[in-house]
Nanobody, 123 residues
Framework: QVQLVESGGGLVQPGGSLRLSCAASRSIFNIGYMGWYRQAPGLERELVARITSDGITGYADSVLGRFTISRDNAQNTVYLQMNSLKPDDTAVYYC?????????????????WGTGTQVTVSS
Protein backbone atom coordinates (compact mmCIF):
# COMPACT_ATOMS: atom_id res chain seq x y z
CA GLN A 1 0.00 0.00 0.00
CA VAL A 2 1.31 3.43 -0.90
CA GLN A 3 1.35 6.11 1.78
CA LEU A 4 1.96 9.81 1.26
CA VAL A 5 3.92 11.41 4.10
CA GLU A 6 3.64 15.18 4.45
CA SER A 7 5.83 17.56 6.43
CA GLY A 8 6.53 21.26 6.80
CA GLY A 9 3.33 22.71 8.21
CA GLY A 10 3.20 24.98 11.24
CA LEU A 11 2.48 28.43 12.57
CA VAL A 12 3.79 31.46 10.70
CA GLN A 13 3.16 35.20 10.83
CA PRO A 14 1.46 37.01 7.95
CA GLY A 15 3.98 37.69 5.21
CA GLY A 16 6.07 34.70 6.19
CA SER A 17 6.98 31.55 4.28
CA LEU A 18 6.65 27.81 4.64
CA ARG A 19 7.68 24.87 2.50
CA LEU A 20 5.57 21.73 2.44
CA SER A 21 6.92 18.36 1.33
CA CYS A 22 5.13 15.12 0.50
CA ALA A 23 6.88 11.84 -0.29
CA ALA A 24 5.49 8.50 -1.40
CA SER A 25 6.47 5.74 1.01
CA ARG A 26 7.61 3.08 -1.44
CA SER A 27 9.07 2.61 -4.88
CA ILE A 28 6.57 3.34 -7.61
CA PHE A 29 6.42 2.59 -11.32
CA ASN A 30 4.91 5.88 -12.47
CA ILE A 31 3.37 9.02 -11.00
CA GLY A 32 1.14 11.25 -13.06
CA TYR A 33 -0.28 14.42 -11.54
CA MET A 34 0.96 15.61 -8.16
CA GLY A 35 -0.93 18.31 -6.33
CA TRP A 36 -1.79 20.15 -3.17
CA TYR A 37 -5.28 20.80 -1.84
CA ARG A 38 -6.41 22.64 1.28
CA GLN A 39 -9.45 22.69 3.50
CA ALA A 40 -10.31 25.46 5.91
CA PRO A 41 -12.87 24.98 8.70
CA GLY A 42 -16.41 25.00 7.36
CA LEU A 43 -15.28 25.05 3.74
CA GLU A 44 -14.87 22.43 1.04
CA ARG A 45 -11.49 21.07 0.03
CA GLU A 46 -10.03 23.12 -2.81
CA LEU A 47 -7.23 22.61 -5.30
CA VAL A 48 -4.26 24.88 -4.59
CA ALA A 49 -1.70 23.76 -7.16
CA ARG A 50 -0.97 20.86 -9.48
CA ILE A 51 2.01 19.73 -11.51
CA THR A 52 2.02 17.24 -14.37
CA SER A 53 4.62 14.56 -15.02
CA ASP A 54 6.11 16.92 -17.62
CA GLY A 55 6.46 19.71 -15.07
CA ILE A 56 3.55 21.86 -16.26
CA THR A 57 2.04 23.73 -13.33
CA GLY A 58 -1.29 25.30 -12.51
CA TYR A 59 -2.45 27.36 -9.55
CA ALA A 60 -5.61 28.61 -7.91
CA ASP A 61 -6.08 32.33 -8.49
CA SER A 62 -5.83 32.98 -4.76
CA VAL A 63 -2.23 31.72 -4.57
CA LEU A 64 -0.91 32.66 -8.01
CA GLY A 65 2.38 34.51 -7.71
CA ARG A 66 2.86 33.52 -4.06
CA PHE A 67 3.02 29.70 -4.12
CA THR A 68 5.28 27.47 -6.20
CA ILE A 69 4.79 23.75 -6.74
CA SER A 70 7.67 21.50 -7.79
CA ARG A 71 8.47 17.82 -7.92
CA ASP A 72 11.43 15.48 -7.64
CA ASN A 73 10.63 12.40 -9.68
CA ALA A 74 13.67 10.48 -8.44
CA GLN A 75 12.47 10.90 -4.85
CA ASN A 76 8.73 10.58 -5.61
CA THR A 77 8.28 13.89 -3.80
CA VAL A 78 6.23 17.01 -4.36
CA TYR A 79 6.89 20.39 -2.74
CA LEU A 80 4.86 23.53 -2.16
CA GLN A 81 6.80 26.72 -1.45
CA MET A 82 4.44 29.23 0.12
CA ASN A 83 5.51 32.87 0.33
CA SER A 84 3.73 36.05 1.42
CA LEU A 85 1.34 33.99 3.49
CA LYS A 86 -1.98 35.49 4.54
CA PRO A 87 -4.43 34.56 7.31
CA ASP A 88 -6.79 33.29 4.57
CA ASP A 89 -4.19 30.64 3.74
CA THR A 90 -4.86 28.98 7.10
CA ALA A 91 -6.06 25.42 6.44
CA VAL A 92 -5.13 21.78 6.50
CA TYR A 93 -3.06 21.08 3.41
CA TYR A 94 -3.28 17.69 1.69
CA CYS A 95 -1.01 16.30 -0.96
CA UNK A 96 -2.42 14.20 -3.77
CA UNK A 97 -0.74 11.91 -6.30
CA UNK A 98 -2.07 9.84 -9.16
CA UNK A 99 0.05 6.72 -9.01
CA UNK A 100 0.57 3.55 -10.97
CA UNK A 101 2.38 1.22 -8.58
CA UNK A 102 3.64 -1.45 -10.99
CA UNK A 103 4.02 -2.00 -14.77
CA UNK A 104 1.42 -4.75 -14.65
CA UNK A 105 -1.34 -4.18 -17.27
CA UNK A 106 -3.79 -4.91 -14.46
CA UNK A 107 -2.47 -2.04 -12.33
CA UNK A 108 -3.80 1.31 -13.49
CA UNK A 109 -3.44 4.82 -12.12
CA UNK A 110 -5.09 5.40 -8.74
CA UNK A 111 -5.65 8.46 -6.59
CA UNK A 112 -3.76 8.72 -3.27
CA TRP A 113 -4.00 11.29 -0.50
CA GLY A 114 -1.82 12.35 2.40
CA THR A 115 -3.26 12.69 5.90
CA GLY A 116 -2.88 16.47 5.95
CA THR A 117 -0.64 19.04 7.60
CA GLN A 118 -1.89 22.13 9.42
CA VAL A 119 -0.81 25.56 8.22
CA THR A 120 -1.77 28.47 10.46
CA VAL A 121 -1.04 32.07 9.49
CA SER A 122 -1.53 34.37 12.43
CA SER A 123 0.18 37.18 14.31
Amino acid sequence: QVQLVESGGGLVQPGGSLRLSCAASRSIFNIGYMGWYRQAPGLERELVARITSDGITGYADSVLGRFTISRDNAQNTVYLQMNSLKPDDTAVYYCNMVIRRTPSPFDGFRNYWGTGTQVTVSS
